[in-house]
């Protein structure tokens, strides 16, 4: 299976919300969401659970836990492969503004794709 394209959705202002969330993780979280974001790279739309998951509305999970903590990175596909929107901690479930918040990332990148990819 040929790799796939990882990019990270950009802001406005050309930050990205899963650098500031995951620099503000514990370093075994940060080594573990990038694992999982290799094996995405790797696997692509076969990704699947326990690693990944899909949501609602386009819009997949990457799963980390780390004691007894849920951390998760949602992402959805475009033509240029996988966007990561930004990451979390959950509780339960992902909460429904998370879910929001990734489909509106979707919408913004799929109208502006060079605006809304992070360069660093």
């Not at 930050?15 to 500031?20: C, D, G, I, V």
Request: charged share 40%; hydrophobic share 35%.
């Amino acid at each position: 299976m040929p790799e796939t394209t990882v990019v990270l959705f950009a802001e406005d202002d050309g930050s990205s919300a899963l650098l500031r969330w995951l620099d503000v993780q514990p370093e075994k979280v940060q080594d573990k969401c990038l694992v999982r974001i290799e094996r995405l790279r790797e696997w692509g739309h076969e990704l699947r659970r326990p690693e990944a998951d899909y949501l609602r509305d386009g819009i997949y999970e990457l799963r980390v836990r780390f004691q007894s903590v849920n951390y998760r990175v949602l992402y959805f596909f475009h033509s240029r492969g996988a966007v990561i929107s930004h990451g979390l901690t959950k509780e339960d479930k992902v909460p429904d503004k998370e879910v929001e918040r990734a489909i509106k990332n979707k919408e913004r990148f799929e109208a502006a794709p060079d605006r809304h990819t992070y360069k660093e």
